[in-house]
């Protein structure tokens, strides 16, 4: 069984943010095998680099979503993707060097962080947006 496994609870029913969550997972299961089996430093590393590059892609777009639809809770939703963003640097800076199993700690506190995001905090601009537009019409917005 993986790190974190994919469940149908935490589709919004967006299926281009479904998508990028599951990526966001994707590369947490990767991050996470790569700390437990004590691979290459530089490999973990550049998993970590990818784990940011993705979920500020991720948000930035989570956010352009916000001003398109005109969102009103945008302001603490923004807030927590600074918070993830903020707790992968520490990872990277301190954890990791530190020792492995604070690394691990950290990586199972930023899943429970993912998973909790996505249930709550995602899910609500979801069903907001489908109220107000097609999924279709935002897919597209996210595919650009
Ligand atoms: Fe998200
Ligand atoms: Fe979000």
Do not use: P
């Amino acid at each position: 069984m993986a790190f974190f496994e994919w469940k149908e609870e935490y589709s919004g029913g967006i299926m281009g943010i479904d998508d990028q969550h599951r990526k966001i997972i994707a590369i947490m299961n990767e991050l996470f095998d790569g700390i437990k089996l004590a691979r290459n430093e530089e490999v973990v590393k550049s998993v970590l680099k990818e784990l940011i590059q993705y979920a500020d892609y991720h948000f930035a777009l989570e956010e352009g979503l916000f001003t398109r639809y005109k969102y009103s809770e945008e302001s603490d939703h923004i807030a927590q993707h600074r918070h993830f963003i903020e707790k992968i640097r520490t990872l990277i800076i301190e954890d990791y060097t530190e020792s492995r199993d604070v690394a691990l700690e950290t990586l199972y506190y930023l899943k429970n962080w993912f998973q909790g995001h996505m249930l709550k905090t995602d899910m609500s601009y979801c069903r907001y947006f489908k109220l107000r537009e097609s999924v279709a019409e935002i897919d597209k917005f996210i595919k650009g």
